[in-house]
């Protein structure tokens, strides 16, 4: 029988993305697809550890989710645009409810997109390459 080697992202000099969802299938998906299409990626599971890496690894980009335990997405984008040093990391919020209300406070609190759950990863990859550009 053949064993076949773990997938690996195609570069790894790519752009750095935090994948941010309390959700471990949702990350998990979101990570691969992203990984496939050339970024490097970081997890976290929750709002609190998130911050921390994003001042600590400044990632190029966040993709956040809204509802989490404890600290949540709009908590999270709120206070990275609120610090210069992290004002400028572009975030895409993931909602599941997708409410006006919350789509309007994912982009108040600095969002660049809001996109429902489930999420089409295809479309998010198109989004994340859009506000972030792979560099050669």
């Given at each position: 029988?053949?064993?076949?080697a773990p997938?690996?992202?195609?570069?790894?000099?790519?752009?750095?993305?935090?994948?941010v969802?309390?959700?471990?299938?949702?990350?998990?998906?979101?990570?691969?697809?992203?990984?496939?299409?050339?970024?490097r990626?970081?997890?976290?599971?929750?709002?609190?550890?998130?911050?921390?890496?994003?001042?600590?690894?400044r990632?190029?980009?966040?993709?956040?989710?809204?509802?989490?335990?404890?600290?949540?997405?709009?908590?999270?984008?709120?206070?990275?645009?609120?610090?210069?040093?992290?004002?400028?990391?572009?975030?895409?919020?993931?909602?599941?409810?997708?409410?006006?209300?919350?789509?309007?406070l994912?982009?108040v609190?600095?969002?660049?997109?809001?996109?429902?759950?489930?999420?089409?990863?295809?479309?998010?990859?198109?989004?994340?390459?859009?506000?972030?550009?792979?560099?050669?």
């Open positions: 029988m053949m064993e076949l997938v690996l992202p195609r570069t790894a000099a790519g752009p750095m993305v935090l994948v969802d309390d959700d471990e299938d949702v990350r998990d998906l979101v990570t691969f697809k992203l990984q496939m299409a050339g970024y990626t970081v997890t976290a599971a929750d709002g609190c550890t998130a911050l921390t890496l994003v001042n600590e690894m990632p190029d980009l966040v993709v956040l989710d809204i509802a989490m335990p404890g600290m949540d997405g709009l908590s999270v984008c709120y206070r990275m645009h609120a610090d210069p040093a992290t004002a400028e990391i572009p975030v895409i919020m993931l909602s599941g409810m997708a409410s006006t209300t919350d789509i309007d994912a982009y609190t600095g969002a660049e997109e809001c996109m429902a759950k489930p999420v089409n990863v295809g479309d998010l990859v198109r989004r994340v390459s859009w506000l972030l550009p792979r560099r050669p």
